[in-house]
Structures are given as structure tokens and as C-alpha cells.
């Protein structure tokens, strides 16, 4: 992984911001500055010091047509350290090329810079191509996540002193080496200011929230009522003690002062929509449809020939519909902290081959290996183990102790209403979570990842119990 390496390995980032903002609104002018806050951050995670370069009218709040919308965000989520505005009318391309080549800097853009090759000739265009082919890195958003090329080899930092082999614009004065030494120190002062807010977020961002929220989220839910019942979700998955929905969005990097509809929208996009309003207000989630194909047999498919780790996370990420890699593989079953480890107790270790280091490690099947995908039945102590956890709940629920299935006769007379149902229990998801982990010391996602198969085990366990989830509760009856 890319924050093995120590700030010296890493070269420094230069972001194409009109490209990057364009890009992440379906490449419509004037584009989306939420774009090239994605890939600030993605980046300065991986512990680089990264660099934004946008065009100043593009932020001139007096012509409002021409700015980039959610520019408020890009302000709050970036400093203006970490900005290189742009003269209005200068070539915002010429700037950006001379940062990387004078820094070994590496360029984010999906700009095959035409315009700039054209312009040189000889010797100079010959630089300009070895360096384009080593320096810049192209990208996408895949549901709304940044992902950089995953091909793309992140080449080593180039110490100040080292000129770069590949220059193809003259350098060297006394004057340019002056000036370098206020950016390096603003680059510094932005990358410690980032480290800092990382360590108080543990690593977690909105990313992380929408898995929750995916994993969570009914089809149909009212707005009012999901507040508090998110807080419940994160605590219980991250172990955490937020109190508030406030508080949350603080943890995660998200602003305190939108809406819950604002943020759902921010999140999933046109994957919402919402009608009514006030404490009617109601959403309606519709997730994008995932492949017919297994995943295990996709990931078998990918694995045929050498894949970098990387791409292979990035792609299997998309395919279930923009779900963290790791927490695809544990919803598959397998154990372990990285993604190296989950893949191997999933399909065997003996049955994967790895080669290379960090993020340039690649896998790939042992050829004539031949792996069982893993079985959608479950063995008989696997089963055992779902019922105790099954027990658990239903005594969280407050299920007598001496409760006993119903006989054939009450269960028709509670059938045709001439009976009452001799036990009902209803219970927030969130706080059952809460209580499963305070009782049993183990988070309820991680005995069923899925709570579909949760409520499938209660119905069809020997309790003769009916169970549903409607209002973010937990809801059982008897039969």
C-alpha cells in the first residue's frame, strides 16, 4: 500500500481542477468542485502533498454562470495553501507542466495535453512525450468515488537537488530555486494540517458513510427518522460514541449545516429522490443493479491472468455497486484485515500466486488450480452458530424463556383473527445492534453482514416466529 512509504518516496500531486471538476459533473462547464475535493483527499490519504491548480474565474463569485458549483465546499475542504489559482486568462496547462517537470510532480488529468505536444518540436517534444508517459495519471469517478488509473506505476519522488532526466523546459536559475522553498513550506504546512484532521477522523469519510447507509438504508424511509438511527449504525460498526448526527458529520468530513436530504443527495445522487416535506419528508433509495454474475465467480474470472491488487479493488468495488473492497469479501464470508488476506482465506492461499510490493503487488490464479467458489449453503456448525446468535436476539427482543412454538390449531385461529398473537416485540435495528454488541462483544454486521439473512434465520428458525424490518425496527410476531 501507498502509506507504507515514508513522505521522501512520494512524489508530490498536481491536480487538473477545470479537468477534474468537469469530469465529475459528466464533463458539463463549468463543472463541480466536489470532484477535485474527492481527489485532494484521496491522495493526501495515501500521504502525498497535493497541489490543486484552478482557473480564477472559475471561483470569481461575480459571475456566478462560470463558477464551479459547491465551490463553498472546495474552500472549506481544501486551504489555500494547497490552491494554485490561475490567472483568468493565462494557459492554466502551461503552469500545471511546469510545476511537475520542475518538481517531478505527478499529473492528474484526463487532458492528453494535444495542444501542448503541438507546440513543441525536436528534442523538447521528445521530453515532453517520455515525461507525459511517466507523469501523468489518468482517472475516473465511479459512483461518485475518485479512482486513479489503476495501471497507472506511481513513480518515485525525485529528490530537490536531482534534476529531472526528462525536463523539456529549461531550469536551473537562482531565481526559480527561490522560489520553490515558500511553495515546499506551504505544501508542508497543507499536508500536516490534513494529517492532523485524518488522526482525528481514524481514517473514516463519507465513503465510509454511504457503506453504512447502503447497508442500512430501506427502499422507502422517512427523512425525520434517520438521523438517530445512522448514529446508532456507526457506533455499532465502528465502535464508536457519537451522540449526535452533528457529531457524525464532523467524524466523517461532512459540513454540520445541510440537510439530512442535502447529504443523502450528496451521497448517492440520483440514486434518492424525496416527496413531502417537513417531518413527512420521505426518501426513496433505488441502488444501482448489480451484476447477475456471482462475485465469486467475477473475481475468479479477473484473477485468469497477473492483476494489480489495486485495480482489482477499484473494479470489484463498481461491480457491487460502490461497496469498500474489503467489506465485499467479508460479506462473502472471508477473514482477515487487507485485501490480500481476504482473498486468500476466500479462496485458498494455495490456489492465489502474488508477486511485487505496496501498491504494485499483483495476483493472479495458479494455473490448473481448481477453486470451489464458496458454497451459498451453510455447514452444520455454521448453522449451529446462526442460531445462537438468532437465540441472542430474540432474548434482546424479550422472548419468554419458556417460549414454545405455536400448535397447528392456535396458529390457524391467529390466522383467521380469532386469536391474539401471543408474543410481539418491536425494536430499533440500531439499538438491537447496540445491545448485541454490549452482551455478546461482537458487532451484529459481523455474525450477518446482510440483515436480510438475519430476519430469514428468524423466520425460519424453530421459534415458529415471523420477523420483518419496516421503520428502521426490528418487528416479530408469532405465527
Known amino acids: 500500500m501507498t502509506n507504507k512509504k515514508t513522505q521522501k518516496e512520494l512524489p508530490k500531486i498536481a491536480l487538473d481542477g477545470a479537468n477534474i471538476a468537469c469530469a465529475f459533473m459528466g464533463h458539463q462547464i463549468p463543472g463541480d468542485a466536489t470532484g477535485i475535493v474527492k481527489a485532494h483527499h484521496y491522495f493526501v490519504e495515501q500521504g502525498h502533498e497535493v497541489v490543486a491548480f484552478v482557473k480564477q474565474f472559475r471561483m470569481n463569485e461575480k459571475n456566478p454562470k462560470q463558477m464551479m458549483k459547491n465551490l463553498d465546499f472546495f474552500h472549506q475542504e481544501i486551504s489555500k495553501d494547497a490552491m494554485a489559482v490561475v490567472p483568468a486568462r493565462a494557459d492554466d496547462d502551461s503552469f500545471f507542466i511546469d510545476f511537475c517537470v520542475k518538481n517531478s510532480a505527478v499529473l492528474i488529468t484526463q487532458d492528453g495535453l494535444k495542444d501542448h505536444e503541438s507546440r513543441l518540436q525536436g528534442e523538447d517534444r521528445d521530453n515532453f512525450l517520455e515525461w507525459r508517459s511517466k507523469y501523468r495519471c489518468d482517472y475516473m469517478f465511479a459512483l461518485d468515488q475518485f479512482m486513479p488509473d489503476p495501471n497507472f506505476s506511481m513513480p518515485e519522488a525525485v529528490g530537490a537537488s536531482s534534476p529531472s532526466a526528462s525536463t523539456p523546459v529549461k531550469s536551473g536559475t537562482k531565481k526559480q530555486e527561490q522560489k520553490k522553498s515558500p511553495q515546499k513550506k506551504a505544501n508542508q504546512k497543507t499536508r500536516t494540517k490534513k494529517k492532523t484532521q485524518g488522526n482525528k477522523s481514524k ?114 468495488s463498481s461491480e457491487a455497486g460502490g461497496k469498500k473492497p474489503k467489506m465485499v469479501l467479508k460479506g462473502l464470508g472471508a477473514k482477515g484485515k487487507t485485501f490480500e488476506e481476504l482473498l486468500k482465506n476466500l479462496f485458498g492461499q494455495e490456489n492465489l500466486q502474488f508477486r511485487g510490493e505496496s501498491n504494485t503487488m499483483e495476483v493472479r490464479l495458479v494455473k490448473g488450480a481448481i477453486v470451489p467458489t464458496p458454497s451459498p449453503r451453510k455447514s452444520v456448525v455454521q448453522a449451529q452458530v446462526d442460531q445462537k446468535v438468532v437465540k441472542q436476539i430474540l432474548d434482546i427482543m424479550g422472548l419468554p424463556s419458556d417460549w414454545k412454538p405455536p400448535s397447528i390449531l392456535t396458529f390457524f385461529k391467529r390466522f383467521f383473527g380469532k386469536a391474539p398473537a401471543a408474543f410481539e416485540s418491536t425494536m430499533n435495528y440500531a439499538r438491537v445492534g447496540e445491545e448485541f454488541l454490549r452482551l455478546s462483544g461482537t458487532r451484529l454486521s459481523e455474525a450477518f453482514p446482510d440483515r436480510k439473512v438475519l430476519i430469514n434465520s428468524i423466520n425460519e428458525s424453530r421459534y415458529g416466529l415471523n420477523a420483518k424490518y419496516a421503520d428502521n425496527s426490528l418487528i416479530i410476531k408469532s405465527r
Open 203 to 316: 481514517g473514516r469519510g463519507s465513503d465510509d458513510l454511504r457503506d453504512i447507509l447502503r447497508a442500512n438504508m430501506e427502499s422507502k424511509f422517512r427523512v425525520h427518522s434517520l438521523g438517530t438511527d445512522l448514529v446508532g449504525w456507526c457506533n455499532e460498526e465502528w465502535g464508536t460514541s457519537m451522540t449526535s448526527t452533528r457529531a457524525l458529520r464532523k467524524y466523517v468530513g461532512l459540513p454540520t449545516s445541510p440537510s439530512m436530504s442535502a447529504i443523502l443527495e450528496r451521497l448517492f445522487g440520483d440514486e434518492v429522490s424525496f416527496s413531502g416535506e417537513g417531518q413527512n419528508l420521505v426518501c426513496r433509495y433505488q441502488p444501482p443493479s448489480s451484476s447477475q454474475m456471482k462475485l465469486e465467480d467475477w473475481l475468479l474470472e479477473m484473477m485468469g491472468e497477473w492483476i494489480r491488487l489495486s485495480g482489482l479493488g477499484h473494479q470489484l
